[in-house]
Nanobody, 115 residues
Framework: QVQLVESGGGLVQAGGSLRLSCTVS????????MGWYRQAPGKQRELVAT???????NYADSVKGRFTISRDKTKNTLYLQMNSLSPEDTAVYYC?????????WGQGTQVTVSS
């Protein structure tokens, strides 16, 4: 079993920044990749960013140049640094861990960007 605990969401003005954190515990072996997804009102859940086990990141086009995904292996923590936020970034953000047989998800953290 894998447990994910997210934090860092909140309210921010357009142009501001937030850093999301996701602490992973439990059975952390065989994790192929980790990532962040988001779900905005009236929209499908979408990929924001992922990072492979060896550290290679990738990003959705909508966040390239503004968001940075990283991890601290010593703390088993995944981060998403979000800069230059806009109202279009308003969503519930979910941490994801991918293992060979299943995916694990956090409860989500709300990010609201005011215009």
């Amino acid at each position: 079993q894998v447990q994910l605990v997210e934090s860092g969401g909140g309210l921010v003005q357009a142009g501001g920044s937030l850093r999301l954190s996701c602490t992973v515990s439990g059975s952390i072996i065989n994790i192929d990749r980790m990532g962040w997804y988001r779900q905005a009102p009236g929209k499908q859940r979408e990929l924001v960013a992922t990072i492979a086990g060896y550290g290679s990141p990738n990003y959705a086009d909508s966040v390239k140049g503004r968001f940075t995904i990283s991890r601290d292996k010593t703390k088993n923590t995944l981060y998403l640094q979000m800069n230059s936020l806009s109202p279009e970034d308003t969503a519930v953000y979910y941490c994801n861990v991918h293992k060979p047989l299943r995916d694990y998800w956090g409860q989500g953290t709300q990010v609201t960007v005011s215009s």
